[in-house]
Structure formats: structure tokens, C-alpha cells
């Protein structure tokens, strides 16, 4: 028989947890910088592990492609990368990405027991200060998530050097994750990433008048080894990369025991699918499991 895994953290990590006013803070801005989560060490390993995936090395790969399914290759040129599922299909990657800190993290600021991942997005943008798919257009997440049971699902941003303004880091609306939405189309059939920036921007800013609210965008400077945090319907984007190497990051999308497969439609009638609809494992009942071990591992349960 196969126990579960047992998470603890040693004296110096507890030691790096948000305390309550920190939770607090990011149950009203919808965004969190954490203190130092990871060693130099661990994200030069990182690094190097992920250099090895640009190059081609897989442990495994997906039984199916998703058809939304991010997977830069080199001939796609010096554009934005995008990699997705990298904590599946590189086992180096999922070493560093499941710390158990990361989702006790997590765990504190979504009021979680348990938090799985639900994705990982390998991202590298280029030191090209022109390219347009460098500029990320303000978007949430949740947008993309609709057959997502849970409204706590968040982000860890991970980048492997410090990140600033000039590199282009993660910028924040703050606020932005207690708005209540105008009705939307939004899905995962209309990625960001393959979206016209103003159209975007125009969308953001008639949420913020429906709310009253100012646009108040927060570019989060991210020393290295600290992570951002934010909650899965804070808007964000970032600018262009002008500094002359490379950003690289990963984005670690999480999500708390509790979430479920749910089923939902688009605004043309059609359903919503994710990825992970075409990969996973199904549960009794036939829908998706997005507690598939091999796709979703756990990485940090509360001790009974």
C-alpha cells in the first residue's frame, strides 16, 4: 500500500512563510513577494535543466498534444518562448519546481490544506527590445481556467535572475482580482499571447470604470530567489525585455485541493475545454481528473 508523501519544512523555511499580515495583504492587492524561497544554487540548476530542455531532452512527453498546447521550438526564431507542462515532461525541472515551500506558500495565501500544480510555463523572453511578442498584454488567469471548479487558484512567477523593470517583469493591477467582471468571451481559445494589445488594454480599462476603480499597475522587482504570487483573477502583463540578456522564468500555475473538473460553455454555446481535458486521467464519474498525480502532483499538504 502507498502512503501519501509527508511535507515539512525545516526551521528556516517556516521562517520564510507570509505572516498573516502579508496573507491579509495579498487578500486585498491580490499579490504577493515573498522572501527567499530558493538557493542559488537550486535555480542554477534550474537554469541548467532548462537549457537541456531547449535542446531537445525530454524524460517524457505527452500521450496526446492539447490543441492549445504552448511548445516553442527553435525554428519558431527569437520570438517570446513559451514551453508548457515542463514539470511533466523534465523530471530535473519538477525537482526544483515541487519545493514543498513553494506550495505552503501557496497554501497560506490561498486558505488551502492541500495545493497541486495545474501547470508550468517554461518562459524565455528574448534580449530583443522590438519584438512584439515580448510585450505580454494585461490579462487574468482565470480567463483561460473556466472549467476550474475553484476561484483560488493562483500564479507563482519564478524568475532565475533578479527581474526588474528593464527586463521586463511581471506587472501587476492591483486590486484588480476583486473587481466584478463585464460580461466576457474570454477562453482558452483566445490566448493573450496571440491577441492585439490594444484590444486588451481597451478591456481593462472598461473594468476598471464598471468598478470605479483606477488601473494602478505595479511592476513587481523580484530579487532572485524570491517569488510573486498572485491570485488567479489579478490582471497582468509585463513590457518589453531591454536589458542585453535573456528573461527567464517560469510561470507555476497552482491550484488548492479542492478544485475540480467543472463543466462549462462559451458564450457561443460551444464547451470550454483546457489542456489537461485531452491528457488526464478521467474520475468514476468520466469527467477530467485535475488531481491526476502523473499531470497535477501534489506538492504540499498540510500534516494531520
Not at 480567463?143 to 501587476?172: K, R
Amino acid at each position: 500500500m502507498t502512503t501519501a508523501p509527508e511535507f515539512v519544512l525545516s526551521a528556516a523555511e517556516r521562517a520564510a512563510l507570509p505572516t498573516p499580515e502579508e496573507v491579509a495583504g495579498y487578500r486585498e492587492h491580490g499579490w504577493y513577494l515573498s522572501g527567499r524561497l530558493f538557493t542559488d544554487e537550486e535555480l542554477d540548476t534550474l537554469q541548467a535543466a532548462t537549457e537541456k530542455y531547449y535542446e531537445g531532452h525530454r524524460d517524457r512527453t505527452l500521450a496526446v498534444r492539447p490543441p492549445q498546447l504552448a511548445a516553442w521550438e527553435p525554428s519558431h526564431g527569437p520570438v517570446q518562448r513559451h514551453n508548457d507542462y515542463v514539470h511533466y515532461e523534465s523530471d530535473a525541472i519538477a525537482a526544483i519546481l515541487r519545493k514543498p515551500l513553494v506550495g505552503a506558500v501557496a497554501a497560506l495565501l490561498a486558505g488551502a490544506e492541500e495545493i497541486r500544480v495545474f501547470q508550468s510555463t517554461l518562459i524565455l523572453k528574448p534580449p530583443v527590445p522590438g519584438e512584439p511578442s515580448n510585450q505580454v498584454p494585461w490579462h487574468f488567469d482565470k480567463h483561460y481556467w473556466h472549467t476550474s471548479s475553484s476561484e483560488e487558484m493562483l500564479t507563482a512567477f519564478i524568475p532565475f535572475h533578479d527581474c526588474g523593470v528593464e527586463n521586463g517583469t511581471i506587472t501587476m493591477v492591483d486590486g484588480s482580482h476583486r473587481w466584478r467582471e463585464l460580461p466576457s468571451a474570454e477562453d482558452s481559445t483566445r490566448h493573450f499571447a496571440r491577441r492585439d494589445r490594444s484590444e486588451l488594454e481597451s478591456i481593462l480599462a472598461a473594468n476598471a470604470a464598471h468598478n470605479g476603480a483606477r488601473v494602478h499597475k505595479v511592476p513587481v522587482v523580484i530579487p532572485r530567489g524570491h517569488v510573486s504570487f498572485h491570485h488567479c483573477r489579478t490582471y497582468h502583463g509585463s513590457g518589453a525585455n531591454l536589458a542585453d540578456t535573456p528573461r527567464r522564468a517560469v510561470s507555476l500555475h497552482l491550484q488548492d485541493g479542492a478544485n475540480q473538473y467543472r463543466g462549462a460553455t462559451r458564450p457561443d454555446g460551444t464547451a470550454a475545454v483546457y489542456n489537461h481535458d485531452a491528457v488526464v486521467r478521467r474520475t468514476a464519474d468520466g469527467r477530467p481528473d485535475y488531481a491526476d498525480p502523473e499531470i497535477c502532483p501534489v506538492i504540499w499538504r498540510e500534516s494531520r
